[in-house]
């Protein structure tokens, strides 16, 4: 788990959560996501956009080499062991499966998302989320405006999931090929596998969807004010709602 004030830490089922604050070394830095390479070694993204790695042992960060302008949201690694980090600006970066620079994957929002670029004029949307199936080499990633983009064969292609669509702040792709997005007010976008058309789903409530996994053949979100949606056909959603302070 990652968070403010250089906040990493690691959960173990026999002793419990083992942490370390790194901001006594690098004041003010907010970590933003985490995810392990093949080898297990851990490395997180922050505010400032930049990347680091350490061991289980969280003894110590070294920085990698990057070009982020600013916040990087998220990052992930494909089975040949590149890896994609994505966040503000529209910035989409990739580090080859040997190593070295985090370099700059620059993309063209004008070809990409013609219909976007024509209402809002030109833009560069932050990407939010980045989603990556296990052993493979496909990837997707969600951001400001609805925008949904996919990796395939080197490329990256525009998913035009609906109409009016707010802004998708993550994704969630199942291991039978079912792929849902989500975001602002309660909306999720699902589809069976890539040959069919999304299909919309508004939960009770319109409250902004952040995160979605699925836990004994169920699928379970979560968002605003401590709300919990859980479904087992990913169609019929049932929502309760905690006690919280703010997201």
């Known amino acids: 788990l990652v968070g403010p004030s250089g906040l990493l830490g690691i959960a173990n089922a026999e002793t419990g959560i083992m942490g370390k604050r790194y901001g006594k070394t690098k004041p003010g830095v907010s970590f933003m996501s985490v995810a392990l390479d093949s080898k297990g070694e851990i490395y997180v993204t922050d505010a400032r956009g930049h990347i680091l790695r350490t061991d289980m042992s969280l003894s ?5 080499k990057s070009e982020a302008d600013g916040a990087l949201f998220d990052l992930g690694f494909l089975q040949s062991g590149a890896a994609i980090a994505v966040g503000e600006f529209g910035t ?3 580090r080859t499966n040997t190593g070295g620079v985090w370099e700059r994957q620059p993309l063209d929002w004008r070809k990409l ?3 976007l670029i024509e209402k ?3 833009v560069a949307p932050n990407l939010y989320r980045l989603c990556i199936p296990k052993n493979s080499e496909n990837a997707m990633m969600v951001g400001e405006f609805g925008v949904v983009l996919e990796w395939e064969s080197g490329q990256w292609h525009a998913q ?3 109409e009016n669509v707010g802004n998708m702040f993550g994704c969630y792709l199942r291991s039978d090929g079912a792929q849902f ?3 602002q007010l309660g909306q999720i ?3 069976k596998d890539k040959k069919q058309i999304w299909q919309k789903i508004v939960l009770p409530g319109n409250a902004d969807i952040y995160d979605m996994t699925e836990v004994d053949d169920h699928l379970v979100a979560v968002g605003d004010g401590g709300i919990i949606f859980t479904s087992a056909d990913g169609k019929t959603w049932h929502s309760q709602k905690i006690q919280v302070d703010g997201y």
């Open 92 to 94: 989409v970066l990739h």
């Open 189 to 191: 976008f699902e589809r």
């Open 60 to 64: 110590e960060m070294q920085e990698e």
């Open 120 to 122: 809002q004029g030109d």
């Open 113 to 115: 998302l013609p219909v």
């Open 181 to 183: 997005v989500y975001g």
């Open 160 to 162: 035009t999931v609906g």
